[in-house]
């Protein structure tokens, strides 16, 4: 039995096949909708979150299996003072796989060490997202048709996003990515992460305060929110919010190939007149994360694909 | 320039990073030591090496300490025994993979803050740091 805490959890292979199975659900959807018949999935959000929240049980109910869980913790026996080990061990006996989201950072992981079933995080904290992550690299990958030599911007708040240290680990797996890290100094991706994951490595990577600078050159622009709370004064932060949002004017310095990408939920920092540029591709990510959850779940589970009659790796 | 008396009988712990030597004092709970020990703290020695650096010395029966504890903490730290006014031993700590129940988790969003029996688990990364395997944070000294 296997679990998805982070996405090391996974090889770099392992990952490659699960995209296939996505990109096979994504094609034909219809194929797969009695794969987990009477398998059910734990839906366990110790906190509120709608979007994936609802991705998971969509992708639960798609694959034509059942869900049963919380939405909130308050609503837990958590509120009570339920430890997570002795929650994830009760679940065990009702459910066939379990999808926690937890405030707390290491949560699915210390649910995963008394689990008997396998154990998906989806989120905990701000450390880990791993299904995130997972739909990032596959939309990059249909967008692209490559998770190789790929020039890849980060912008925004690189020292707080999770998604973004997530999505660096992963792709400093693949070949020939180089890597444009694009904040303020406040915000810069963290050093641990440069020295370990790209400085260890040998990875090409720069550091740039403007995105204007370096979107000529970019094949992804993965953005995210620069949030007022994350600096020291206002006065910085008043003078550097809007060198961190994405226009249509920014965009006409970028590639037509070019593919924006977003964790979501944004605020202000792609304009709404992006939505329609078609290198917008934040919505399709939102998309992509049902087929790939379906994927996950079904690979856990050792349900093979009707389409192969195989699974898509041994768990 | 400062002096402190050699000692005859005791360690000599070198080459800790500057700010931390009070830090590395209340985690080795040398202020338990029986009170026929004595034990000077040198804060911000001049160092060809590193600049500034930090020394503790004891005098006294240390059979008590636990050295290991200093490799994990700050693996550039060597330790001198001392016997009757001869070096007898010299110390370089090792790193071991994990530590368990050893060390504790300061992040307050980590999920060891409050969950019962969570053992406190961390692992050495590549450049030689230790990690909460939990929520990754990595383990400092405080100075």
């Known amino acids: ?315 | 320039m400062l002096k402190v008396d050699e000692i005859q009988n005791g360690v000599v712990i070198d080459h800790i990073t500057a700010g931390t030597g009070l830090g590395l004092y209340h985690l080795l709970e040398l202020e338990k030591l029986n009170g026929d020990a004595s034990v000077a703290l040198l804060q911000n020695v001049r160092s060809e090496k590193s600049g500034k650096k930090d020394i503790i010395k004891i005098e006294g029966d240390v059979s008590r300490l636990n050295f290991d504890i200093l490799g994990y903490l700050d693996p550039q730290i060597s330790i001198t025994v001392i016997e009757n006014g001869h070096i007898t031993n010299k110390i370089r700590p090792q790193q071991p993979k994990r530590l368990v129940n050893i060390i504790k988790c300061t992040n307050p969003r980590c999920i060891t803050a409050i969950e019962q029996d969570c053992d406190q688990i961390f692992a050495l990364t590549p450049s030689g740091r230790y990690r909460c395997v939990y929520c990754e944070q990595e383990f400092k000294v405080k100075p």
């Open chain 1, 1 to 315: 039995m296997r679990h998805l805490i982070d996405p090391a959890d996974f090889t770099l292979e392992e990952t490659l096949r699960l995209m296939d199975l996505a990109d096979r659900i994504h094609d034909d959807p219809a194929a797969y909708r009695n794969v987990a018949e009477r398998k059910r999935l734990a839906s366990l959000f110790y906190e509120p979150s709608t979007r994936t929240r609802l991705s998971f049980e969509a992708a639960m109910y798609n694959l034509g299996g059942q869900v049963l869980g919380f939405p909130d913790g308050g609503v837990s026996s958590a509120a009570k003072g339920e430890t997570v080990a002795d929650t994830i061990r009760i679940i065990s006996f009702y459910a066939d796989i379990a999808a926690i989201r937890h405030p707390k950072e290491g949560a699915a992981l210390r649910a995963a060490r008394f689990s008997g079933i396998p154990v998906i995080n989806a989120g905990d904290g701000g450390h880990s997202h791993p299904t995130q992550t997972l739909l990032d690299m596959m939309t990059i990958r249909r967008r692209t048709g490559r998770l190789t030599d790929l020039t890849v911007g980060f912008c925004g708040d690189l020292k707080f996003g999770r998604t973004v240290h997530s999505l660096i680990r992963e792709l400093a797996r693949c070949e020939g990515i180089k890597f444009v890290l694009i904040s303020p100094e406040e915000l810069r991706v963290p050093d641990y992460i440069i020295e370990e994951e790209l400085q260890a490595r040998n990875l090409p990577f720069v550091e740039v305060r403007t995105m204007e600078e370096v979107l000529p050159e970019l094949d992804i622009l993965y953005m995210t929110r620069v949030q007022r709370e994350r600096f020291f004064n206002e006065e910085d932060y008043v003078r550097l919010k809007n060198t961190y949002v994405l226009t249509k004017e920014k965009l006409a310095l970028a590639k037509p190939t070019m593919s924006v990408l977003h964790p979501l939920p944004r605020v202000n920092e792609i304009a709404l007149e992006v939505d329609d540029d078609p290198r917008a591709a934040y919505f399709e990510q939102a998309e992509n994360g049902v087929y790939m959850r379906m994927a996950l779940i079904m690979t856990l589970l050792g349900l093979k694909d009707p389409k192969t009659g195989e699974v898509a790796f041994e768990c």
